[in-house]
Nanobody, 129 residues
């Protein structure tokens, strides 16, 4: 059965760090681009980052550039999102998603939820003092 399972969320103070993990099963991770999304209460779901399956090129939304880093370990079937210098506005439920197109798209498709085939259940990140 195809599954994506997020973990690593929690409560952290502003300026702190968390590393989220997305564990894949039931498909060949090396054939899929992986995206991270987040959704805060009352706000729309936002594309945070994406990593290609082919050359591991990465993409980030402007608000997290320089603070977040996406990476993948195909052998261990896991994708990570390292989050540093966290801000209260980063508080959200974070999801990972798998894209069969493999390349995150050529025109910003990775920002669109409907681009992805598989989704995890989400992990909560709360940034508060």
């Amino acid at each position: 059965q195809v599954q994506l399972v997020e973990s690593g969320g929690g409560l952290v103070q502003p300026g702190g760090s968390l590393r989220l993990s997305c564990a894949a099963s039931g498909f060949s991770l090396h054939d899929y681009a992986i995206g991270w999304f987040r959704q805060a209460p009352g706000k729309e779901r936002e594309g945070v980052s994406c990593i290609r399956s082919s050359d591991e090129t990465t993409y980030y939304t402007d608000s997290v550039k320089g603070r977040f880093t996406i990476s993948r370990d195909n052998a261990n079937r896991t994708v990570y999102l390292q989050m540093n210098k966290l801000k209260p506005e980063d508080t959200a439920l974070y999801y990972c998603a798998a894209d069969v197109h493999s390349g995150c798209g050529d025109l910003g498709e990775w920002r669109q939820s409907h681009y992805y085939t598989y989704w995890g259940q989400g992990t909560q990140v709360t940034v508060s003092s």
